[in-house]
């Protein structure tokens, strides 16, 4: 009897501790997310001096049109070296920022391995496929977004939909949170987006995970005050 | 005939039709319809060549003379010389065809596709014909577009400029501007 009554009081004391070490990891952990949130869209203070190690997520088709148009015009000394990433079942686009960056090559004299890397993650949803499904080849998209992010730890990402995109930021805000890095996100919707965000878009804004969130048409920056008009790229 | 040919290239005007990279039945079946057909060759075109992409729809083709002359293809790597060579352009929605046909100045009618999931694409072409940069179309009111079209009303589109972007993003990580 003894025993038994000694051992509850032991769990008892055990679990008590365990619940308030839960509060207070749970508090910490909540703190440093708002904390992610509130500061993270706040410019940087200092000046900007070395070149930042820059992951450039193209989606297909027209959203890649679009980010090639904005690399064009992007000084490449500053975003260096530059990762590409983008889906496994997207060869063109790969192909064109590989032809960016040869041309770049060839009028710099650097070496392109040096400056850019290239490579493909797994898509978490294809045009037309069904929202139930999505949800698994999310999660193993996830996954590969994952090892992919601890290899590159990108100082600066920029994207600009479509759903290639979201397992990156997710995980570039979760490595925010968790001190591992701190990255800038840049999301630039596309120019096809003139009345409402995309999926993408409207994720990472009304969870705050974009520490900046352009849009091309005014009327979209009306309806979503948080994001920042920026005028046509095409 | 030398002659004769040289003549053709003159007065050959090609209606090119290009649905991108899936497939857009509706589109080719309306292009293909004699009420569009008919449009078109009273417009003063002279040919219709239709990229159909992976759609199950075979037009049907046509040595023309009297009317339209018919021909398609499903994928080609010079959409860019087809769309150069175009005195009218009907493409689906997708953005990469529109800001294409746009830069190289061509009278442009896109054409919705309704069936799509996710019908965001009308977004874009709406906002250009509000803008007159375009018309925009569905496939059952094409026949109508093409005979109420005003080319000579279509404003020229000036490409975009990604520098403020740019400048927002360097200002933001604390480079100095140039």
């Known amino acids: ?234 | 005939m030398a002659d004769r040919a040289g003549d053709d290239d003159k007065t050959r005007r090609v209606v090119f039709v290009t649905v991108g990279t899936t497939s857009f039945d509706a589109l080719v079946k309306a292009v293909d319809s004699p009420t569009v057909k008919q449009e078109l060759f009273t417009e003063g075109y002279t040919h219709l060549l239709i990229q159909m992409g992976r759609g199950s729809y075979v037009p049907t083709k046509s040595e023309g003379g009297s009317s339209l002359a018919v021909d398609y293809f499903t994928f080609s790597s010079s959409i860019a010389d087809h769309l150069n060579s175009a005195s009218l352009v009907i493409s689906h929605a997708g953005s990469g065809s529109i800001f294409e046909t746009l830069r190289l100045g061509k009278p442009l009618i896109v054409t919705v596709n309704e069936d799509l999931m996710d019908n965001h694409q009308s977004e874009l072409a709406e906002e250009l014909a509000d803008q007159k940069h375009l018309y925009c179309a569905r496939p059952q009111t094409l026949h109508q577009t093409v005979a109420d079209m005003d080319l000579n009303s279509l404003v020229p589109y000036s490409p975009g400029d990604a520098t403020p972007v740019t400048k927002l993003i360097n200002r933001f990580l604390g480079f100095p501007d140039d």
């Open chain 1, 1 to 234: 009897m003894m025993e038994k009554g000694h051992g509850c009081s032991f769990s008892g004391i055990v679990s008590t501790s365990t619940f308030s070490c839960t509060i207070v990891v749970v508090t910490l952990i909540l703190v440093r997310i708002l904390y992610v949130i509130l500061w993270g869209p706040r410019p940087f203070s200092r000046r900007a001096t070395k070149p930042l190690s820059t992951l450039i997520v193209l989606g297909s088709g027209g959203h890649t049109a679009e980010m090639l148009n904005l690399l064009v015009v992007l000084q490449k000394d500053r975003f260096t070296p530059r990762f590409y990433i983008a889906a496994a079942t997207d060869n063109m686009s790969l192909q064109k920022a590989q032809l960016l960056e040869n041309n770049l090559t060839a009028k710099n004299g650097t070496r392109v391995p040096n400056t850019a890397q290239f490579m493909q993650i797994y898509r978490s949803r294809e045009v037309g496929q069904s929202y139930v499904t999505s949800i698994w080849t999310t999660l193993i998209a996830m996954i590969h977004a994952l090892w992919l992010m601890i290899k590159i730890r990108p100082q600066v990402i920029l994207c600009n939909g479509p759903g290639t995109c979201i397992p990156i930021c997710a995980i570039a805000f979760l490595f925010k949170v968790l001190g591992i890095r701190w990255s800038s996100i840049f999301y630039v919707e596309s120019i096809a987006r003139v009345r409402r965000l995309s999926l993408s878009g409207l994720l990472l804004y009304k969870f705050r995970m974009a520490d900046q969130l352009f849009v091309q048409w005014p009327q979209l920056q009306r309806k979503y005050p948080r994001a920042t008009y920026v005028g046509r790229l095409m």
